[in-house]
């Protein structure tokens, strides 16, 4: 019976990518029409998987194949779901110049924004960092972590990921500099914290909600998930209305979503 049970988890992790995975999700060349710029561990992939959705809701199946049941038994299998959407850029932990690690928050931070802001996409070397993590997360990778078997595949054939044609790098990154097209995720930081606790990924405290805050941008908060109002974050992001397919598919995995949220989540989030 444990063979069986180990076996039939398996074979429904196989599916699960798969589904993540299909032709609708062969992304690799495909400009993207919105980016979402998150910290650790403040639901970036489920906001860029929810945007994508309102977009598109037959890409349901492949949104709810990230966020499967199965994660509710173990949420550290979180990394073995992760997909980026076709349509939908991510980019983790860019808010700064040069490094993870002993920066200027205000300085850094506003700067980025700024560069943002300005719109002026003609120097491949403005926000260089951003470019790079943006083309290997969302063209490369497909996902914000890369696999060791993955990093080798890459290594060995740069060619056919396009690593060293600097025209097209460019090309696919401008969006980075359209504000119309860039979201900015907020979530408590409490929120974030535990997150990052139980994914075991990187928690660093940071002012970057109230620094956002003070800029012209598109923002999605977070809470809106859990306390409601997440369609009109949507329909102000999107300068529409959502459709009511649309409505109906991310209901549904704003349901998921919170199902598979870890204990500590749920309870910060009075959630049952």
């Given at each position: 019976?444990?063979?069986?049970?180990?076996?039939?988890?398996?074979?429904?992790?196989?599916?699960?990518?798969?589904?993540?995975?299909?032709?609708?999700?062969?992304?690799?060349?495909?400009?993207?029409?919105?980016?979402?710029?998150y910290k650790s561990g403040a639901g970036g992939f489920f906001v860029g998987w929810l945007l994508q959705t309102a977009i598109n809701p037959g890409l349901l199946k492949n949104a709810l194949a990230v966020f499967p049941s199965s994660l509710k038994e173990d949420y550290r299998d979180w990394k073995r779901y992760e997909r980026t959407p076709p349509d939908v850029a991510l980019l983790c932990n860019m808010f700064h110049l040069n490094t993870y690690y002993k920066f200027d928050w205000g300085k850094d931070t506003r700067q980025v924004l700024e560069s943002v802001l300005s719109g002026d996409a003609t120097d491949i070397d403005t926000l260089l960092h951003c470019r790079i993590k943006f083309y290997l997360m969302n063209y490369v990778y497909l996902s914000g972590h890369g696999t060791s078997t993955r990093i080798a595949e890459v290594t060995q054939n740069p060619e056919r990921y396009q690593l060293n044609d600097m025209e097209h790098v460019k090309r696919v990154t401008d969006i980075l500099f359209?504000?119309?097209?860039?979201?900015?995720?907020?979530?408590?930081?409490?929120y974030t914290e535990l997150a990052s606790i139980t994914k075991s990924c990187r928690y660093y405290h940071s002012p970057i909600n109230d620094i956002i805050a003070e800029?012209?941008?598109?923002?999605?908060?977070?809470?809106?998930?859990?306390?409601?109002?997440?369609?009109?974050?949507?329909?102000?992001?999107?300068g529409k209305p959502l459709a009511l397919n649309a409505v109906a598919a991310c209901k549904q995995l704003v349901d998921r979503y919170l199902e598979v949220m870890p204990a500590p989540l749920k309870e910060f989030c009075n959630v049952n």
């Open positions: 019976l444990k063979m069986l049970s180990n076996g039939l988890k398996q074979k429904a992790v196989v599916s699960a990518s798969r589904a993540a995975m299909d032709l609708q999700c062969n992304h690799m060349d495909s400009p993207k029409k919105y980016v979402v710029w359209d504000i119309s097209k860039n979201v900015f995720v907020r979530a408590p930081d409490r800029y012209p941008v598109k923002i999605f908060q977070l809470e809106t998930v859990w306390q409601g109002g997440w369609e009109s974050e949507l329909s102000r992001i999107l």
